[in-house]
């Protein structure tokens, strides 16, 4: 059965970066679309960004468009989250999620639970 595992996350000043991993282990990962997302305390769950199973198409939200940066190693099933010029406002727990979606934009908007969800990985930016 597949399981999903974030890493990367950590404490960042403001302006840094962090490279977050998405790793599947279990089964294999290269037939369905990866997203990112996450939430912070009192806030609604945001979409950040979508790959679909190729690596052909991309979704990104506006408040991280032109920073982050998905992609994804269907060889060694794992897919990747760079983040660049990071905000405070981008802290968050960040989740991947993996599933059969129409669309990386169908993936990236929907509220529903996803069949797989990792366990999250705390980004926090602060000075």
């Known amino acids: 059965q597949l399981q999903l595992v974030e890493s990367g996350g950590g404490l960042v000043q403001p302006g840094g970066s962090l490279r977050l991993a998405c790793t599947g282990s279990?089964?294999?990962?290269?037939?369905?679309?990866i997203g990112w997302f996450r939430q912070a305390p009192g806030k609604e769950r945001e979409g950040i960004s979508c790959?679909?199973?190729?690596?052909?198409?991309?979704k990104y939200a506006d408040s991280v468009k032109g920073r982050f940066t998905i992609s994804r190693d269907n060889a060694k099933n794992t897919a990747y989250l760079q983040m660049n010029n990071l905000k405070p406002e981008d802290t968050a727990v960040y989740h991947c999620?993996?599933?059969?979606?129409?669309?990386?934009?169908?993936?990236?908007?929907?509220?529903?639970?996803?069949?797989?969800w990792g366990q999250g990985t705390q980004v926090t930016v602060s000075s």
């Open positions: 790959i679909s199973y190729d690596g052909g198409r991309t």
């Open positions: 279990g089964a294999t990962l290269e037939y369905q679309h």
């Open positions: 999620a993996a599933d059969l979606f129409t669309s990386v934009e169908a993936m990236c908007a929907s509220r529903k639970p996803f069949d797989f």
